[in-house]
Nanobody, 119 residues
Framework: QVQLVESGGGLVQAGGSLRLSCAAS????????MGWYRQAPGKRRELVAS???????NYADSVNGRFTISIDNAQNTVYLQMNTLKPDDTAVYYC?????????????WGQGTHVTVSS
């Protein structure tokens, strides 16, 4: 069984920074990519950033230039450094990953971590 466990959420003032982490653990697998999504109250879940195992990032326009995604393949961990946070960044942040296990590709999600940005 594979698990994705997020950490690093919390309360921060506008203009501040937070760093989220998401570690994948469990059965032997290979990571194809990892990413971060967020869902604000009353809104749909949206992509924040994703990164391939080779390190190629992709960002939503709303966070480009403020957030940085990185991956540590040895630790099966993805990070999201969030700078210059805005109240609109308030949401539950979810980690996901496409993994290959025994030739089959699966999508896993974490449980989410809350990020609250006060004005």
């Amino acid at each position: 069984q594979v698990q994705l466990v997020e950490s690093g959420g919390g309360l921060v003032q506008a203009g501040g920074s937070l760093r989220l982490s998401c570690a994948a653990s469990g059965s032997i697998f290979s990571i194809n990519d990892m990413g971060w999504y967020r869902q604000a109250p009353g809104k749909r879940r949206e992509l924040v950033a994703s990164i391939t195992s080779g390190g190629t990032p992709n960002y939503a326009d709303s966070v480009n230039g403020r957030f940085t995604i990185s991956i540590d393949n040895a630790q099966n961990t993805v990070y999201l450094q969030m700078n210059t946070l805005k109240p609109d960044d308030t949401a539950v942040y979810y980690c996901n990953s496409h993994l290959t296990i025994s030739r089959y590709k699966y999508l896993y999600w974490g449980q989410g971590t809350h990020v609250t940005v006060s004005s």
